[in-house]
């Protein structure tokens, strides 16, 4: 659905080249296809894998009858499994807060959005974190009227805060309306069918907002009820507790995903794949342990946002730091592909030098954080990515210049 949105902004804005074209449109009903068949084709490729692997399924809702056997119920038969460990990866749903009129008609959350069969005219959305932020981007770039109503001082508050200031300009400019600082008291219906929400603003006032549709998006939480953990003492509460084997207190159990808290675990679906591969070797007998230093984060908005290791302010608090910026309009490549809103931030050990944080919010930084990526998991230091001959133009010149930045060399700022 991103990526739709993204190719019709593309084709909206072709005249900025000296392109023309007619009759630009979009047919909501063949983007919702396309999204279903590319999911169905993803699926299908684990479900090969599986099956070659001579993995066997069993369909139906499983429980602990003790920690070494589990009960799974199907639509029509039952089953006892035997194993010498287990791993528990239920994964997480959506969170509804207790807000009078949460429950009503036309109050989704990510999972009915994503079916939605035609774009509604407005749409207010709760919550600016990840999943808030990505469909705002969405229903905006379809013609949706948009609002954000985020209880933090600024969106995408997981991120580093000048990535959620610049995100908030970007998302006011292409007409998303942003409240942060707002916390929203209750949901009730309008005589016309649509709802209102009533939020206290930043300042303390109260304010309401009508839309044809609410979308709470405050994030998720683990799926861990029927399961019967208390009969085998599995430690838990709003999710699974694990170690860095992913090992929960019970020897044999483990769990990984969504699933687990305790953990610096974001919930994002490479995380969860990498949590289980460590699960895994574990319950095998191997002596693994999940590393959360280098995992990035991806939201893909536009401009995107991504960042790999600590956030200036968390950085300052552990060490002396030295910070490098450099912006996406003194980019070659930004500037011709027009993509140039945006910035690279680098934060550098000011002892050492070496890499501990990378945040980007520009064109391609769900790609262009893959370099930071390595630099942390490396522990490079300022000194080894600098040395490293970057390519002109391109996007990724941006990161050795705001880590020359931070050194108090950058050439081109």
């Known amino acids: ?78 089953y006892k499994v035997h194993a010498k460990n287990v791993i528990i990866a239920t994964g997480s749903k959506p969170i509804l807060p207790a807000i009078p009129g949460i429950n009503g008609s036309k109050v989704l959350t990510s999972n009915e959005a994503l079916e939605l069969s035609t774009i509604p005219k407005s749409m207010v959305i709760i919550g600016g974190g990840l999943i808030g932020v990505e469909f705002s981007y969405v229903f905006n770039s379809f013609g949706c009227k948009t609002t954000i109503l985020e209880m933090l001082p600024e969106l995408i508050p997981m991120e580093d805060p000048d990535l959620g200031k610049e995100l908030e300009a970007s998302f006011i400019i292409s007409g998303i309306k942003v409240n942060t600082g707002s916390r929203v008291i209750r949901v009730s219906d309008t005589p016309e069918g649509d709802k209102k929400v009533v939020f206290i603003d930043s300042r303390g006032n109260e304010q309401n907002i009508e839309a044809e549709y609410v979308l709470v998006a405050i994030g998720r939480t683990s799926v861990i009820e029927g399961l019967n ?39 994002l679906a490479y995380t969860a794949s990498h949590e289980g591969e460590v699960a895994v070797e ?77 945040h980007i919010i520009g064109p391609h930084a769900t790609d262009l954080i893959a370099e930071g990526a390595l630099a942390i998991a490396n522990r490079m230091k300022a000194e080894d990515l600098i040395k490293v001959e970057h390519a002109h133009p391109v996007f990724y010149e941006t990161i050795k210049e705001a880590t020359l930045d931070a050194l108090g060399r950058a050439i081109h700022k």
């Open 1 to 78: 659905m991103v990526e739709s949105a993204e190719r019709y902004r593309v084709l909206r804005e072709a005249s900025r080249f000296g392109l023309k074209a007619k009759e630009i449109s979009f047919n909501f009903t063949r983007i919702q296809k396309r999204k279903t068949q590319v999911v169905k084709r993803l699926i299908k490729g684990v479900e090969f894998l599986l099956r070659k692997n001579n993995i066997q399924i069993l369909k139906g809702f499983g429980s602990f009858v003790d920690q070494n056997t589990i009960s799974v119920e199907g639509s029509h038969v039952s």
């Open 229 to 267: 953990l208390d009969s085998i003492g599995v430690k838990y509460d709003q999710g699974i507790f694990v170690n860095t084997k992913m090992q929960t207190n019970v020897s044999n159990v483990f769990a990984a995903g969504d699933v687990i808290q305790g953990q610096p675990s974001p919930m």
């Open 282 to 358: 574990n319950a095998l007998g191997h002596d693994i342990e999940m590393n959360y230093n280098a995992i990035p984060s991806t939201i893909f908005t536009s401009p995107e946002v991504a960042s790999v290791g600590l956030s200036e302010n968390r950085a300052k608090e552990l060490m002396d730091i030295l910070v490098g910026n450099f912006p996406f309009q003194g980019n070659g490549r930004a500037i011709i592909s027009g993509e140039n809103r945006g910035f690279i931030k680098v934060v550098l050990n000011a002892k050492t030098t070496e890499i501990v944080g990378v």
